[in-house]
């Protein structure tokens, strides 16, 4: 970017202004050898539909294509479909953990169906993924998801790259696939919908208007005080990485707004500190990024 060598780390960094941070949902990276699963569902008890010789469709959520059974709707488009392989994620019909309510096909829990519904869930009626009903359900889901693989491996004439598998929140697992392949997936039975992964860039740009932040900026929500944008506000955030040629980062970002840095210009402290033995020349901070710090646990320091 910019003709430099962009440098992402995973720090702590200190900003003057909030960040925001995602977390994930409760996944399960599929080990190389799936052992330990005690659940009767063999791969020849997920039947397939011979009709799968599709060509490579887009992918929709049911939400926007569905059709009368309720499984992924293909449709046919014009526009070119990447051959090569992608993430594709892999909705079954069986409810998730989450979701269970009892009275699943070819699963017979401990307890009744209620029973079992009502030990997932603590005093407070908020789910347990460690209950021991809960427990039962998803390494029932676990063998289903198992032989479904296996199906779906002799479906695709090969063995596809697993990487995740889901049972509390969805029950379903991530692939890597052709969208061919993945047309072929959808008409399998047993699913519920498949979707191509897409990457989105997280905007700001209705955030601050939730948030009242105009204004704060023009002093007209302030009570009779100076509107602000948070000068010599200093916010420490634990983030996965910062990228410091981000436009979020900038000391002048879009708006052409110029942060003034609470310390002094040309003050910084982490790996942007010339005499701190982190420094880092290839991070640039300024007076909006005034710090970051590394560590080995997470980048190697």
Same mark, same amino acid.
């Given at each position: 970017?910019?003709?430099?060598?962009?440098?992402?780390?995973?720090?702590?960094?200190?900003?003057?202004?909030?960040?925001?941070?995602?977390?994930?949902?409760?996944?399960?990276? @599929?080990?190389?050898?799936?052992?330990?699963?005690?659940?009767?569902?063999?791969?020849?008890?997920?039947?397939?539909?011979?009709?799968?010789?599709?060509?490579? /469709?887009?992918?929709?959520?049911?939400?926007?294509?569905?059709?009368?059974?309720?499984?992924?709707?293909?449709?046919?488009?014009?526009?070119?479909?990447?051959?090569?392989?992608?993430? #594709?994620?892999?909705?079954?019909?069986?409810?998730?953990?989450?979701?269970?309510?009892?009275?699943?096909?070819? #699963?017979?829990?401990?307890?009744?169906?209620?029973?079992?519904?009502?030990?997932?869930?603590?005093?407070?009626?908020?789910?347990?993924?460690?209950?021991?009903?809960?427990?039962?359900?998803?390494?029932?889901?676990?063998?289903?998801?198992?032989?479904?693989?296996?199906?779906?491996?002799?479906? @695709?004439?090969?063995?596809? /790259?697993?990487?995740?598998?889901?049972?509390?929140?969805?029950?379903?697992?991530?692939?890597?696939?052709?969208?061919?392949?993945?047309?072929?997936?959808?008409?399998?039975?047993?699913?519920? #919908?498949?979707?191509?992964? @897409?990457? #989105?860039?997280?905007?700001?740009?209705?955030?601050?208007?939730?948030?009242?932040?105009?204004?704060?900026?023009?002093?007209?929500?302030?009570?009779?005080?100076?509107?602000?944008?948070?000068?010599?506000?200093?916010?420490?955030?634990?983030?996965?990485?910062?990228?410091?040629?981000?436009?979020?980062?900038?000391?002048?970002?879009?708006?052409?707004?110029?942060?003034?840095?609470?310390?002094?210009?040309?003050?910084?402290?982490?790996?942007?500190?010339?005499?701190?033995?982190?420094?880092?020349?290839?991070?640039?901070?300024?007076?909006?990024?005034?710090?970051?710090?590394?560590?080995?646990?997470?980048?190697?320091?």
């Amino acid at each position: 970017m910019m003709g430099k060598t962009q440098k992402i780390f995973n720090i702590l960094s200190i900003l003057v202004i909030v960040s925001m941070m995602a977390a994930p949902v409760l996944a399960q990276p @599929l080990p190389a050898s799936s052992t330990g699963i005690d659940a009767e569902v063999s791969p020849s008890s997920i039947p397939t539909n011979p009709a799968a010789d599709a060509p490579a /469709d887009l992918l929709l959520p049911p939400a926007e294509q569905p059709n009368g059974n309720g499984k992924l709707q293909l449709e046919q488009v014009k526009a070119d479909v990447d051959a090569g392989e992608a993430i #594709y994620f892999v909705q079954l019909e069986a409810p998730s953990a989450v979701m269970y309510k009892g009275h699943v096909k070819g #699963y017979t829990p401990r307890l009744s169906g209620k029973e079992a519904e009502a030990g997932m869930r603590d005093a407070f009626g908020k789910f347990n993924a460690k209950s021991s009903a809960a427990v039962d359900y998803m390494n029932y889901l676990k063998g289903v998801q198992k032989a479904f693989i296996a199906g779906m491996n002799q479906r @695709l004439g090969r063995n596809v /790259d697993v990487t995740y598998t889901f049972q509390a929140s969805l029950n379903g697992f991530s692939a890597k696939m052709t969208a061919a392949e993945a047309a072929k997936v959808a008409k399998m039975d047993g699913v519920k #919908y498949v979707n191509k992964g @897409l990457d #989105y860039h997280l905007d700001t740009d209705h955030g601050p208007e939730w948030l009242g932040a105009p204004g704060i900026w023009n002093g007209t929500a302030t009570g009779g005080l100076p509107g602000t944008k948070g000068e010599g506000v200093i916010v420490g955030v634990i983030d996965t990485g910062i990228d410091p040629w981000n436009p979020s980062f900038l000391d002048v970002g879009g708006d052409g707004y110029d942060h003034t840095n609470p310390w002094g210009a040309g003050t910084y402290v982490g790996v942007c500190d010339s005499g701190d033995p982190s420094y880092d020349p290839t991070f640039p901070c300024n007076d909006k990024l005034i710090g970051a710090w590394g560590y080995s646990s997470v980048n190697g320091g």
